[in-house]
């Protein structure tokens, strides 16, 4: 009895699982360059590739799992990123009528709010 009740929980909560993609609230990306998207509408240039999010800040490349904080130098970058010639012009970015924007995603495990 107790085995069938124990089997029946199991099944049920593997019934309920599923992954998602979950996104920050009111954070946007807009594509800018083949596997290359950047958050629209912020005071710096924020850029999302491979996963990670890419700040430039006095000339060097910053990375972090999160949008707005967490940063370490990046001395290596992806292709798409060291192709960006001038990446402060990406600051408060909005994307041209009839391009797309979705929701920029949080790191696996990542937290809502600010740390």
Do not use: K, Q
């Not at 029946?8 to 009111?26: Q, R």
């Not at 950047?38 to 005071?43: A, H, I, L, S």
């Not at 990670?52 to 990375?63: A, D, I, P, T």
């Amino acid at each position: 009895m107790l085995r069938n009740l124990l089997l029946a929980v199991v099944i049920a909560s593997s019934a309920c699982y599923g992954e998602t993609e979950v996104a920050y609230p009111g954070v946007n990306l807009a594509y800018v360059g083949p596997g290359v998207e950047v958050v629209t509408d912020y005071d710096y240039p924020i850029f999302f590739v491979d996963g990670f999010y890419w700040r430039w800040y006095g000339g060097y490349w910053y990375r972090s799992p999160y949008w707005d904080r967490g940063w370490l130098y990046a001395p290596v970058v992806p292709g798409g990123i060291h192709g960006i010639a001038h990446p402060w012009t990406y600051s408060h970015y909005r994307p041209g009528p009839g391009f797309a924007m979705r929701p920029a995603p949080r790191p696996a495990g990542g937290h809502v709010g600010r740390r």
